[in-house]
């Protein structure tokens, strides 16, 4: 090779090698395009070697249980009765989730409050969190008329010996508030630890609310299964209002403790009766037809009907059914709704049901 071609080449190359040194040892290249063989931002080698984050796992929130994904065929289980044409039936597909094993109790819901009096009362006021979060005990008399539910307005939210009864008196916006307070509560607490952020917690859909208290059995009529109310000793399996308006039959005049009767398959309690339970859905009569059949869900913000589910301790049987569908405006308090919270299981879509 000629002499000078090489030295021109070489002092070439020798400039190259010098610059990208000293771009290097000035952290240029490092920052600019992601590291060279450290591979800290998911490059190696001039090659992206990203993989999976290290760190995260989706763990059961406390008094959860996983919903496996599935499909099943939403709506009336049972003879439209009352002929209401609202829910015929539909083949929907409902993603893995968590779900609270039972209902919001009391005392549960105490938290929440209080927390609001202590860390809240300078930005939303004491007036705010007592007319829209505090629950309101005086549904208890206002609902029944010519009843004599004095006691109950005194002692039912806050006695003791009412801690582990699923609250009432909540609205459907007061739910919304408790589910971002508790997801604030729960990503403070991981954030604290270093730990990934979790999906936040929420109401159910009505569909993922339908598929849950199927407990896994397809066509079940009830939670439990098809098609009585009793068992075979002749013990009434939820709370409701059996016979010609016995309300004690099943043990319970008014509400029952929130893990009162034996859960479904999934390990949810009182999916029938107690208390009636809010949903995330706008309530259409026509939503068999305008929802998508993956993940339904009826976000329409201009409605003020919710949709609730699973009947209460003073309907009759008919509303305990997992396909009846009925509705409350979204500000109504009521003696005999409340609510139970979910969790998008983003960690494994299938998964297995697991206890707590």
Known sequence: MNVNVFYRYGVKSLLLVASLVFMQSCGFIKERFGGGKGGDNGISNGEITATARKGYRQTTPAGMVMIP???FIMGQADEDIAATMVNMNKRVTISSFYM???EITNNEYRQFVNALLVDSISVLGEEEIMTKYYPDTTAWKKDFAYSNGDPM?????????FDTYPVVGVNWIAAQYFCQWRSNVYNDYRSKEGMFYAPSFRLPTEAEWEWAAKGGKAGAKYPWGNPYTMNGKGCFLANFKPQRGNYDADGYPYTAPANAYNPNEYGLYNMAGNVAEWTLDAYADNANTILWDMNPKNDDPAEP???IKGGSWKDVAYFLQTGTRSYEFETERRAYIGFRCVMDNVDGRRGGTRRR
């Open 69 to 71: 994904s599935g499909s």
């Open 100 to 102: 609270d094993d039972t």
């Open 153 to 161: 307005v005194e002692y039912y939210y806050m006695h003791p010996a």
């Open 305 to 307: 009907r919710k949709v």
